[in-house]
């Protein structure tokens, strides 16, 4: 789908462009394929648009006609289950997105929205682009708001210690998930100085502030993430305190019961030895009297233990 903006948005045919008018696209590989030439593309860059990136980094190359872009994209809602990908080609007059992988057209949405918010009157190419790229992080700080609530609803289980014992691996996904969402708002970052920088004077120097308006908000949605990361750091921290402490009450308990029940294992030793001259042997009361011993011993030293608060 290609449209040019002339006093209204139409849409047209390849073989029909007005060089003069700024033009917006969105088509597939196939689609780019019939028509790169018509664009001067190189044959590269429209390879490169054939299959996704395997890792976050900014694929950004100028050339002296055109500037390309291909880029990994995340949803924030669902991290870690859908990854679409996307390219882009930028000349004096000319916005091209290739739809690279966009499993539920969400992409394809955020082009179209942004060729609603553009009026005609005041159309450029670098407010095109801006908007195009704000789109794709419109919604991200109210989805990191819910990750800062997911990681207090976590730290409230660890101080009402009620931890799981899926714990741990929650806390690493979530680790996982805010380490690939840096990566992403990094290439986000690159992104947008590279296009500031302006190498080859596609765009307007008057617009480059566009440029910045986004790189800034990148950089503020990345800091928001790396404060993330240091509260789950922080909270991977407090569970394994957590643990400990549990690990010590376990030990005092068994410490305690040892300590009280030490002195039995004095006495049954003692009465083990079984000397021919032990005068509780042949007394009538000698049973009844080392269970009443015994006893006494345990209360003493269980209500020593609960006024020390050792219990």
Not at 154 to 168: G, Q, R, S, T, Y
Request: net charge negative.
């Amino acid at each position: 789908m290609l449209y040019q903006f002339d006093d209204e948005i139409i849409t047209v045919q390849a073989d029909n462009l007005n060089d003069m008018l700024i033009t917006a696209g969105y088509m597939n590989f196939t689609e780019l394929e019939k028509v790169y030439r018509q664009f001067n593309l190189s044959v590269q860059s429209m390879e490169q648009c054939r299959g996704k990136n395997g890792f976050f980094s900014s694929d950004i190359e100028v050339n002296d006609e055109y500037s390309f872009v291909k880029l990994n994209l995340i949803d924030v809602k669902t991290i870690g289950t859908r990854e679409d990908c996307l390219a882009f080609f930028i000349k004096k007059n000319l916005f091209l997105v290739i739809d690279i992988e966009d499993s539920d057209c969400s992409n394809r949405n955020i082009f179209m929205k942004t060729l609603a918010r553009i009026s005609c009157e005041n159309i450029s190419i670098e407010k095109l682009v801006c908007i195009f790229l704000e789109g794709l992080i419109l919604r991200d700080n109210h989805a990191l708001e819910q990750l800062e609530h997911k990681i207090n609803r976590l730290e409230e289980m660890v101080l009402k210690n009620e931890a799981d014992k899926d714990f741990n691996m929650r806390l690493l996904t979530m680790k996982k998930e805010l380490l690939a969402l840096r990566g992403y708002y990094e290439q986000l970052i690159d992104i947008g100085d590279a296009l500031r920088e302006n190498e080859n004077d596609l765009f307007d120097p008057a617009e480059l502030r566009c440029f910045k308006i986004f790189t800034d908000k990148a950089v503020r949605l990345k800091e928001n993430v790396d404060l993330l990361r240091s509260s789950v750091v922080h909270l991977w921290d407090a569970y394994q305190a957590y643990l400990d402490m549990k690990l010590n009450q376990t030990m005092k308990i068994f410490t305690l019961v040892t300590t009280i029940f030490f002195p039995l294992t004095l006495i049954v030793g003692w009465y083990g030895m079984n000397f021919k001259y032990m005068p509780e042997l042949s007394w009538r009361y000698g049973y009844l009297f080392v269970i009443l011993i015994s006893v006494s011993i345990i209360a003493v030293l269980f209500f020593w233990f609960k006024k020390r608060k050792w219990i």
